[in-house]
T-cell receptor, first 113, second 115 residues
């Protein structure tokens, strides 16, 4: 079955890099997503990667995928206080049509000045 | 700003009331989703519509009744809810593509409180 695990909490200082980790179990071809949720808001899609890729970079965000270990990480460079939020890792198996997401429990990122 | 719009943002209702949550998207997406999210938990899938037809119902109680009147709109009709149904209700939409998965885009949700 599908299972996504994340560490629950991360605290960093402003300007440092943040690394949020995630492991997944689905062995089929899959898409892996990072969503950000600020208090009182919905989920904002940050980035996503297909399981045949190793890395994806988008401005301050870098996603690394270790397919052998089924380990995904999200690195945020030059972390700002506005990055404080809950970050969800999610997995979606390759199928025909719409996507179904399996979420991790979320990592709360706290950025202090 | 989100391209998936949910109304109302907040809703307080009694257990005997009937109300509806609304979701609208104009991105041409043909899959739409309802999720329930309790505090400090990930979203839980409730329903999936694909091409305006119900594709997934995750054993949701019948007091929640979804409706997809057209490709841009998704409703969730509520009747005789229980206090444990208080949560953030999120709507999402995505393209439907048989060759790949398309990411889901979420609205900001409706915060529902049952008295």
């Amino acid at each position: 079955g599908e299972d996504v695990e994340q560490s629950l909490f991360l605290s960093v200082r402003e300007g440092d890099s943040s690394v949020i980790n995630c492991t997944y179990t689905d062995s089929s071809s899959t898409y892996l997503y990072w969503y950000k949720q600020e208090p009182g808001a919905g989920l904002q899609l940050l980035t996503y990667i297909f399981s045949n890729m190793d890395m994806k970079q988008d401005q301050r965000l870098t996603v690394l995928l270790n397919k052998k270990d089924k380990h995904l990480s999200l690195r945020i460079a030059d972390t700002q206080t506005g990055d404080s939020a809950i970050y969800f890792c999610a997995e979606s198996p390759m199928n025909s049509g719409y996507s179904t997401l399996t979420f991790g429990k979320g990592t709360m990122l706290l950025v202090s000045p | 700003d989100t391209e998936v719009t949910q109304t109302p943002k907040h809703l307080v209702m009694g257990m005997t009331n009937k109300k509806s949550l609304k979701c609208e998207q104009h991105m041409g997406h043909r899959a739409m989703y309802w999720y329930k999210q309790k505090a400090k938990k990930p979203p839980e899938l409730m329903f999936v519509y694909s091409y305006e037809k119900l594709s997934i119902n995750e054993s949701v109680p019948s007091r929640f009744s979804p409706e997809c009147p057209n490709s841009s709109l998704l409703n969730l009709h509520l009747h005789a809810l229980q206090p444990e149904d208080s949560a953030l209700y999120l709507c999402a939409s995505s393209q439907v593509d048989r060759g790949s998965n398309q990411p889901q885009h979420f609205g900001d949700g409706t915060r529902l409180s049952i008295l």
